[in-house]
Nanobody
Framework: VQLQASGGGLVQAGGSLRISCTAS????????MHWFRQAPGKERDFVAA????????YYSDSVKGRFTISRDNAKNTVYLQMNSLKPEDTAVYYCAAVQAAFGSPILNPHEATYWGQGTLVTVSS
């Protein structure tokens, strides 16, 4: 399984950015998808997840109400729309997938099997 993240960049506080992650190597629509992030000197944290059906979404408290995760199974792509960005959102954002199909999303990064290369989001104050 290959995951390719893109769309990161520099944005001012209060701005918006959408990052994407395109998957290849298996049937994308069978698997929940996830976004995690890692700020410099900190652990990798859960950001958002979406069920394999796309009918359930999960968010960390720090991004709830500002970020939206979605998926387009026809394009094998998961998105993270980030609005009202804050300097504390600055991090490398990673998409991640699990080994098992048709399961529930995970919140613990140690349970992820596949990782994208990460895309850097920098929010200036």
């Amino acid at each position: 399984v290959q995951l390719q993240a893109s769309g990161g960049g520099l944005v001012q506080a209060g701005g918006s950015l959408r990052i994407s992650c395109t998957a290849s190597g298996r049937t994308f629509s069978w698997y929940p998808m996830h976004w995690f992030r890692q700020a410099p000197g900190k652990e990798r944290d859960f950001v958002a997840a979406i069920s394999w059906r796309g009918d359930s979404t999960y968010y960390s408290d720090s991004v709830k109400g500002r970020f939206t995760i979605s998926r387009d199974n026809a394009k094998n792509t998961v998105y993270l729309q980030m609005n009202s960005l804050k300097p504390e959102d600055t991090a490398v954002y990673y998409c991640a997938a699990v080994q098992a199909a048709f399961g529930s999303p995970i919140l613990n990064p140690h349970e992820a099997t596949y990782w994208g290369q990460g895309t850097l989001v920098t929010v200036s104050s």
